[in-house]
């Protein structure tokens, strides 16, 4: 069985990190600020896995990205999925090469699936992550879950046939993430998920959007279909909201890749 597992995400854009609503971006402070004000080290003592996702411009500075992702790493030593910006085999290698154990892919899904497929025969499916947005919509009174990117005209896309497709260009497991949930700390949506089983993921499930507290944590982790959960709120780091999650996931049953005492 599938160890359960807590996520947390990091957006970063042009030096700075930010918090997300509606996938509207507010920037918070840079990679010192994080450090000075986050104790990384007690964090990772709850969290999985940690996500970087570069949502900033295309000629970002490779430099002053590399340089935050190795003053971050040097804080805790567990898994990092870095992504954002990936265009090239070149790029990839150069973030496996720096640290990633894995890198998340988003847009080559919707306009360059023969590099995604690229990246998937030449680090393995292990090492990809698809990331997807979707939106929920009402269509002749049905709730239809559509793809969303800001970076591409409106997507005609339906959800469920673009997990089939991600996972034939050979991703290794899937983030869901909702964009009218994103940021409002209102609990995850989960409306998807009873459509899930009509095309049903063979890959590992990541939902994110709408974290706020243990609960929410909670009530993704225990969700048979969902194998880990994902926020991107500075917030959460401020309580104990991730020991606590863990602590209850724990008395539940659920196989967790860690055991908090």
Known sequence: MLKKRIIFALLYKDGKYCLSRNFRLQEVGDVDWLIKNFNFEDISNYIDELFI????????????????????????FIPITLGGQINSIDYAKELFSIGADKISLNTAYLENEKLALDL????????????????KMLVNGEKYFRCYSKNTSALNLNLFDHIETVQALGCGEILLRSFDSDGSSNGLDMDFLSAVSLKSSTVPLIIAGGIGKSEHLIEGLVNPKINAVCTSNLLNFINDGFKVARQEVELLGLPVSKIVT
């Open 53 to 76: 996702i570069n949502v900033g411009s295309a000629n970002f500075s490779k430099i002053e990205f590399f340089n935050d992702i190795e003053k971050i790493t040097k804080q805790f």
């Open 120 to 135: 998937a025969q030449r680090f393995g499916s292990q090492a990809i992550v698809a990331s997807i947005d979707f939106r």
